[in-house]
């Protein structure tokens, strides 16, 4: 049986004392709300949520799944009391406006909460979590009407929501998306066509259910310039805030799922729903980029979750299993074989696991700390830079750190050996669950392209360059965020990061020039450059996280061991992960010849 323990003591380490979350929040009046013993309390009580209320239920949801019975999905045994739970203690509305219901908090104190539930249970969590990016969406783009409506409603809890964007003959590519909006003389829409794949599509948790769907005017130009964005609920909204009539938004599937079985993944017919108009007429893609944006670094805190509950069990396993002598001697004389966590391959894989389960962690709360700033921000231009920055690290986070929870997930598996193939040890359920956080919210290949061609190459790299240079500024000690006179044990490793820093200016410069010559220059190298950013960007968090863990150390403050820890795995990462690097380098400047030469009929070659 898998066990969960929340991460207190690294989570409160990188909010306390790498980025000083209380000195930031000093800086916009939302942050003054929320004193540390207010972020004690928050962070205590969705502890106890989540290890008590929540965890117990991941492995019966898996197992019970969801249903769907004329045309309603019931979710597991245990899932509605719990959603009513959450509801109960106002956390859905934690970080959102207090004019619509919310407490107002800031944005980054709402992420130590969804990485809690997410890491205990991310397919129940997958439901209020849809919610928060229809929020962002209506608060961002909706009239006030809408709001007062449809986003009070989501900041309570009483109803949920969705997005809706993939159709079957299209997922990345919405160019083709072909759902219908034929306008009615109420100033509303009859919405027509179907979607796939729309995680939290139905349930029975809340009472009604707000889509935000994608869908194209009578007069729409072809493309994505002729894409609207439309607030479709399940049920009209009724008289003195309850709901009306059904909306014509059939649900006609439950997909058959590798994992998140307890996360009901449905296909909805919308059969002439009545939807209203989202933002301006064919700008929906640019409004839909807000509640994309939001699910992608929600799904990049997947990849972290996954890997520090792997990491968990892991642990926990190689100290209690049992198997051969160290290759050194014997370490438990007294025990007939020594555990498994002295073996040198052993402690490589869940060092690994340890590197970008905390690494991860520190980056979500790294760009936890930009949003507060793109949403509270004292000038405009602040905010655009802030806005800017987290498009530039999106991509970075989603794909990276998912990729990175694969791995970490896998060798927690590894780990075990075969006991982990097997159900009742909860290993294979995570590897499972997991699987889709690559995939969804936009591939790894997807989050690539939009990371060399759009934020780099189209966009002029004036947001990497910012980030470039406050890397290398930190390199140089002018960052705020360096600490004092004991960085210097750290010299070795701040001058590779140095040097790794500017060869990725370099490299940036070297492939947006090829891809000028030739267009598939920017596929080829895609990946790779991804992959090297998110060493790179790793690295640096890991040295934050040393830097840090030194000086409490030269002060003696903290538990020593935790810290000592601290240095010792960002020396690993240094030393092990981040030489990945230079083979990522390496293939992005192979070019593209050595994928494109090949004719496409010679790959199926051998069946002929």
Request: proline residues 4%; neutral net charge.
């Amino acid at each position: 049986m898998a066990e969960f323990r929340a991460p207190l003591r690294d989570m409160m380490f990188l909010f306390n004392d790498v980025f000083d979350f209380q000195t930031h929040y000093q800086a916009f009046p939302e942050g003054r709300d929320a004193p540390s013993d207010v972020v004690d309390q928050i962070v205590n009580e969705a502890t106890r949520f989540s290890e008590e209320v929540l965890f117990p239920l991941n492995q019966s949801g898996d197992v019970e799944g969801c249903h769907l019975e004329n045309g309603q999905v019931t979710t597991p045994r245990g899932f509605r009391e719990a959603y009513q739970q959450f509801v109960e203690g106002g956390w859905q509305g934690l970080s959102h406006p207090v004019e619509y219901g919310g407490m107002g908090l800031p944005l980054s104190l709402g992420v130590l909460k969804s990485e809690l539930i997410a890491t205990a249970n991310w397919a129940w969590g997958m439901y209020p979590g849809l919610s928060v990016g229809a929020m962002n969406t209506l608060y961002l783009h909706g009239t006030e009407d809408q709001k007062q409506l449809y986003l009070r409603k989501l900041i309570e809890g009483a109803w949920s929501g969705t997005m809706c964007l993939t159709e079957p003959q299209c997922g990345t590519d919405l160019g083709q998306v072909r759902t219908r909006a034929e306008p009615d003389a109420d100033g509303s829409y009859r919405i027509t066509g179907t979607k796939i794949f729309i995680s939290a599509g139905d349930h029975d948790l809340t009472e009604n259910i707000v889509h935000i769907v994608l869908a194209r005017l009578p007069d729409a130009p072809r493309g994505t310039k002729g894409i609207s964005l439309f607030v479709v609920p399940k049920y009209l909204p009724g008289e003195n805030g309850g709901i009306g009539a059904f909306n014509q938004v059939v649900t006609s599937g439950l997909e058959h799922k590798m994992g998140i079985k307890a996360s009901s993944t449905c296909v909805l017919n919308f059969e002439g729903a009545k939807g209203w108009l989202i933002g301006p007429p064919n700008e929906g893609l640019a409004c839909m980029f807000t509640f994309m944006n939001t699910a992608r670094i929600g799904t990049g805190m997947q990849g972290v979750a996954a890997a520090e509950l792997a990491f968990q069990n892991a642990v926990r396993y190689a100290r209690e299993r049992r198997s051969m002598r160290s290759l050194s001697g014997k370490k438990y004389p007294d025990l007939p074989a020594d555990p498994i966590i002295v073996h040198p391959d052993v402690r490589r894989m869940l060092l690994t696991q340890k590197a970008f389960a905390e690494g991860g962690r520190a980056l979500i709360y790294y760009v936890a700390r930009i949003a507060d700033v793109f949403v509270h921000g004292a000038t405009e231009r602040e905010k655009a830079r802030a806005d800017d920055t987290l498009g530039f690290l999106t991509p970075i986070v989603k794909a990276f750190l998912t990729e990175t929870g694969w791995e970490s997930v896998n060798l927690g598996m590894q780990v075990f050996g075969g006991h982990g193939y097997i159900r009742e040890h909860g290993m294979e359920q995570i590897v499972r669950d997991t699987r889709i956080a690559t995939l969804y919210e936009g591939t790894t290949g997807i989050q690539a392209l939009d990371l060399l061609g759009r934020k780099l190459i189209l966009d002029k790299g004036e947001a990497f360059r910012r980030f470039n240079k406050e890397v290398g500024d930190y390199c140089s000690g002018k960052s705020p965020f360096v600490t004092g006179k004991h960085r210097k044990k750290l010299k070795p490793l701040i001058q590779r990061l140095g040097w790794l820093n500017r060869q990725w200016a370099y490299l940036s410069l070297r492939v947006a020039f090829s891809a000028m010559r030739d267009r598939d220059e920017v596929g080829s190298a895609a990946y790779d450059y991804l992959m090297y950013s998110g060493y790179m960007v790793l690295a640096y968090m890991w040295l934050l996280q040393a830097e840090t863990a030194l000086e409490k150390l030269s002060a003696s403050e903290g538990d020593e061991t935790f810290l000592r820890a601290k240095v010792d795995t960002c020396r690993f990462y240094f030393d092990r992960l981040l030489p990945r690097a230079r083979m990522h380098h390496a293939c992005m400047l192979s070019g593209a010849r050595n994928l494109m030469h090949l004719p496409d009929e010679a790959f199926h070659a051998n069946l002929e």
